[in-house]
């Protein structure tokens, strides 16, 4: 104990953070990154509506009329089916970046159906051959991935990212083939599509957000309380053990991806069938990226993911107010300042996994930190002592 | 064919940046999916740096507008890789969810920063004048010397930059101790840390320096090969470029000495479309699909062989904690 200086920060794991204390550290993160993109955004607009200007034109965009209040909850199922999709893959520790390629394959296939089926079988039918490809569509460009994963233990993330951008061009390979010569975008058909459930923008809406709402529920059971469920579960935590009880881990990996890539599908299916009734390159919306984000954030969890999912639309549509209102010509602002709540929402995780003693204070710290400037963290590191008495700081 | 393998090695030097980049991050043991965010990052950067040369004088030297595009696109690109380190080694985040939000950020910023703050009137002229002139300026002897100038004399100084920065990467990793350090907090940063490895000073250093190197294919890309031109799409065309770029570090199993070959033939893949006679408009989307079915058909034929050379550093994508022993 020949080292007696002692290192500033030590850093121990924390268990059983009561709920709410996480909760709290969680809403501070997101908390001082809004006020951070308000505070430069306030100061770099064109034409600044002051710091709660910000705040007022998020949520008159997100809620302002009923019209918006709807699109906030038809697009925050569509996420939250997207992410649920996800998390079954997730829970086996299959990593599905393939998201957006699969939504995109599901909206590709409905697309085929109504342009050559619409108005020339009977609606309910097509309606049902349209579920039954997108289904089977958004499946196939995820089980590809899964079957190579399974017999080959090939990176599925690469995979499945690649297979994205292969349903791109796909998708842009049918818009010129069947519009020689046009832009590369497509009129929406008018044969085949599904009818709103009502009227206006609710009886759009309506749709999704019933169905992901059904979807989402099915999924919980299916993953809590069934055999599949547990046998994800088991894989997801360790293959041999999954291996030793007798689990056909091969099968249950293709099985596990069918099902989230079908899912990936409906979502398609919602897009294209009833909501856009066309297909473009960027349908997803970047979902599956957004999906991703929501399943880990969420924990994996159906009840917290909904909230999630509904907080980032919220920022979404609302950013897209705050830069009509701020004058700004590019409405990617809003997807910076998203960024920048997910660079607090995951640094936040630190402060709830692990708790940070400072020397020569035996407070123990309430986590209110939110990482400081990254910079600073890169600097402080490099003159640490290297004895091996010294704890790993930070 | 001349052209199409001058304008390959033109492209390939993009993936090059964005693959030795990725190698030395991963290296650390870091598996960074913000690369596509980085490589945005380091073209704003790019944009901007030679967009305050003009602002500086109105007709500033060659040497000038490169170095400082060069310097802040590789200032941009290391700040997003700094929010990356920061969260993934002090505070331990997951690298995948990690890295996927430094893209979703990057691509976000860049769009938005290139159409809101640089791009003004008169910026677009000053970054072709700079992209054609300074950035594409050929050594000498490219026009004398046949169809050796054109295929190896003729490119702008950023695509010997790249060869040279592979190069180094290569030496470094292979020969000197840092190289040798850095490979074993790849591979198990508890055993480098019993050593006196500074393991985090390590992890930071690959994760910055990688960064800043991704950083300048974004820079590559922007000023070199399209001469300056800023597209409005150009930050989705370089999130395509970074998620090849990721791939292609499987294909050079971690050598940036292969890199440089894989990304000459990747360059080669991706512009295939312009160059092959013949085909209609139509056909152009399936053949801008052959880079991504050959990556996967490459991610197939690792995984099957399964060679002990290629296999990934045995920590990456796993954080250190040193007391979870």
């Known amino acids: 104990m020949k080292n007696t200086k002692e290192p500033f920060i030590h850093i121990t794991r924390r268990e059983g953070l009561p709920l709410w204390k996480g909760l709290l550290i969680r809403a501070a993160a997101v908390l001082i990154a809004l006020i951070l993109s308000d505070i430069v955004i306030s100061a770099a607009a064109p034409r600044s509506q002051g710091f709660f200007g910000f705040f007022g034109a998020l949520f008159s965009g997100a809620f302002g009329t009923e019209r918006r209040i709807w699109l906030l909850f038809q697009n925050t199922f569509l996420l939250l089916g997207v992410a649920v999709a996800l998390v079954v893959a997730f829970k086996m520790k299959f990593w599905n970046l393939g998201g957006n390629g699969q939504i995109l394959m599901g909206c590709l296939a409905c697309a085929i159906c109504l342009k050559y089926l619409g108005g020339k079988l009977p609606d309910p039918l097509v309606w049902l051959i349209m579920l039954v490809t997108s289904l089977a569509a958004g499946a196939l460009w995820a089980v590809i991935p899964a079957i190579f994963k399974a017999f080959f233990n090939t990176n599925e993330s690469l995979f499945t990212l690649m297979m994205n951008y292969i349903a791109m061009y796909l998708v842009a390979f049918f818009i010129s083939f069947w519009y020689p010569g046009g832009t590369g975008a497509m009129p929406p058909l008018t044969e085949g599509v599904l009818p709103p459930l009502g009227e206006g923008q609710m009886g759009k809406s309506l749709l999704p957000v019933l169905l992901f709402a059904v979807v989402t529920a099915a999924i919980y059971l299916y993953l809590r309380f069934s055999k599949h469920g547990y046998e994800v579960a088991l894989i997801g935590d360790s293959k041999n053990t999954a291996r030793y009880a007798g689990i056909n881990v091969r099968k249950v990996i293709i099985r596990t991806l069918l099902l989230s890539g079908a899912l990936c599908g409906l979502v398609g299916f919602v897009l294209t069938g009833s909501i856009n009734r066309m297909v473009s390159t960027t349908m997803d919306g970047n979902m599956g990226f957004t999906g991703i984000m929501v399943a880990w954030m969420g924990n994996l969890d159906p009840l917290i993911m909904a909230g999630i999912a509904f907080f980032i639309n919220f920022l979404t549509r609302g950013m897209a107010q705050v830069c009509t209102e701020f004058g700004f010509t590019s409405e990617a602002l809003s997807d910076t300042v998203i960024g920048l709540v997910y660079f607090f929402f995951i640094g936040c995780e630190f402060f709830i996994r692990y708790r940070v003693h400072f020397a020569g204070r035996q407070k123990k710290q309430p986590g209110e930190e939110t990482p400081a400037s990254p910079e600073d963290g890169g600097q402080e590191q490099a003159p640490l002592p290297e004895d091996a008495g010294a704890k790993e700081a930070n | ?325």
């Open chain 2, 1 to 325: 064919m001349l052209t199409f393998l001058t304008s390959a090695i033109e492209f390939g030097v993009i993936f090059l940046f964005g693959c030795v980049g990725e190698i030395l991050t991963e290296k650390s043991g870091h598996l960074n999916l913000g690369i596509p965010g980085i490589m945005c990052m380091g073209a704003a950067g790019g944009c901007l740096g030679v967009k305050l040369c003009y602002l500086a004088s109105p007709a500033p030297s060659a040497f000038l507008v490169v170095l400082m595009g060069i310097l802040f696109a590789m200032l941009f690109a290391a700040a997003l890789g700094a929010v990356y380190g920061f969260l993934t080694v002090s505070l331990r985040s997951n690298q995948n969810v990690t890295g996927l939000a430094c893209t979703i950020f990057g691509v976000g910023f860049t769009s938005f920063f290139l159409n809101n703050a640089v791009l003004s009137e008169g910026v677009s002229t000053q970054l072709s004048q700079a992209g054609l002139h300074f950035f594409n300026h050929p050594l000498p002897g490219a026009d004398s010397l046949g169809w050796f100038g054109t295929l190896f004399l003729d490119h702008g100084i950023l695509v010997y930059l790249a060869i040279v920065i592979a190069v180094i990467a290569a030496v470094v990793l292979r020969y000197t101790k840092a190289g040798l350090s850095l490979r074993a907090v790849g591979e198990s940063p508890a055993t480098a840390d019993a050593v006196g490895i500074n393991v985090t000073g390590y992890k930071y250093t690959a994760i910055l320096l990688g960064a800043a190197i991704a950083g300048l294919g974004g820079l590559c890309y922007v000023m070199d090969y399209m001469g300056g031109i800023v597209g409005s799409t150009v930050d989705q065309t370089i999130q395509g470029i970074g998620w090849l770029c990721i791939a292609l570090v499987i294909f050079a199993m971690w050598k940036p000495a292969f890199a440089i070959l894989g990304s000459i033939v990747f360059g080669a893949l991706y512009i295939l479309s312009s160059y092959i006679q013949g085909i209609s408009f139509e056909q152009i989307p399936l053949l801008n699909i052959v880079p991504f079915a050959v990556t996967i058909l490459v991610l197939i034929a690792t995984s099957i062989v399964g060679h002990r050379e290629m296999q990934p550093p045995a920590s990456l994508g796993l954080s250190y904690f040193r007391e979870d022993r």
